[in-house]
């Protein structure tokens, strides 16, 4: 998700700087830019002049609207949720000061207070240079509804002629495309939808559905529950999903652990690992979830 977003930047400022010196930036030095940018910045929130004057809620367009203000002393201090430090921006002038409720020695790095809670993982770090201990917000972007294998064999069906698969290959293949966002507690709805559809029996009367059913149920968003085994095979695919993101690491959860609890690290190698850490822990959760439902689900009742 990051990465598409640094690209459209990319995209939007590349005239302009084409027009300046008649150069092209690529992408790997773009993003270092912007991390650069964000490290050292503040977010100013809209201006009372965006607010409506009826007392009317804001638009979404006036409640993103905000500002980037470079502050070259934010990559000298340390975010830290008990801090009793705060950086504020005087509205008139722009200047940028940090209030800080207790003394401050000389030398010593000065800890202030970080952004609210409802922002991922990425933002924490390539704004704010820091990764939360616990973050429930954070998020992992799957990249298609399956498993490369479950979707390898899918068209391999495809290719030998099969009816069933070119169809669920019809239905499917705008799902595959997209990126699906799953967080601890939440699983997308389309996603859920594209793998009920994917695993439905034929030979079952109450999955035996037409494509233009289908076709109609996908266009209208109407998610449905089918069987306990329809349920089942999805979990197993999101379980096969999970196990394949977390082969492609070099390292394993606890590994990363190991190396943050023994070190020796520096500050860019701890970051990065924390933040491996942190997506990894996510699909061991999504793992753990997808186990449970299953070992609930084999069981007699």
């Not at 502050?71 to 340390?78: F, N, S």
């Not at 000065?110 to 240079?129: A, D, K």
């Not at 109450?206 to 968003?221: P, R, S, V």
Request: glycine share 4%; proline share 6%; with cysteine.
């Amino acid at each position: 998700a990051l990465k598409t977003l640094r690209r459209s930047q990319l995209d939007r400022v590349q005239p302009i700087i084409r027009g300046i010196g008649g150069q092209r930036v690529d992408e790997k030095d773009f993003d270092w830019a912007m991390t650069e940018v964000d490290r050292r910045s503040i977010l100013l929130p809209s201006s009372d002049k965006d607010k409506p004057q009826d007392g009317r809620s804001m638009s979404l367009a006036a409640t993103v609207s905000a500002e980037h203000l470079i502050a070259p002393v934010l990559d000298l201090m340390q975010p830290d949720p008990l801090a009793q430090c705060a950086v504020e921006v005087d509205e008139q002038t722009q200047a940028i000061k940090v209030i800080a409720n207790e003394h401050v020695p000389g030398g010593k790095r000065v800890q202030f207070r970080p952004p609210p809670p409802g922002i991922p993982n990425e933002v924490f770090l390539t704004s704010h240079g820091y990764i939360p201990e616990i973050n429930t917000n954070d998020f992992i972007v799957l990249r298609g509804i399956m498993s490369e294998k479950e979707w390898r064999g899918l068209l391999m069906k495809v290719d030998t002629g099969d009816a069933e698969a070119a169809q669920k290959f019809q239905l499917l293949k705008i799902f595959h495309d997209d990126n699906y966002s799953i967080s601890a507690f939440t699983l997308p709805s389309r996603l859920l939808l594209a793998l009920r559809i994917f695993h439905l029996n034929p030979k079952s009367p109450k999955q035996n559905l037409g494509f233009e059913e289908l076709k109609a149920m996908i266009q209208e968003d109407r998610n449905q529950f089918f069987s306990v085994q329809n349920e089942a095979k999805v979990a197993q695919s999101l379980l096969d999903v999970a196990d394949e993101l977390l082969k492609k690491y070099p390292t394993s959860l606890e590994e990363d652990v190991k190396m943050l609890k023994e070190g020796p690290l520096n500050e860019d190698q701890r970051l990065a690992i924390q933040y491996r850490r942190s997506k990894k822990s996510l699909l061991h959760q999504m793992k753990l979830r997808m186990e449970s439902y299953l070992e609930q689900a084999q069981t007699p009742s």
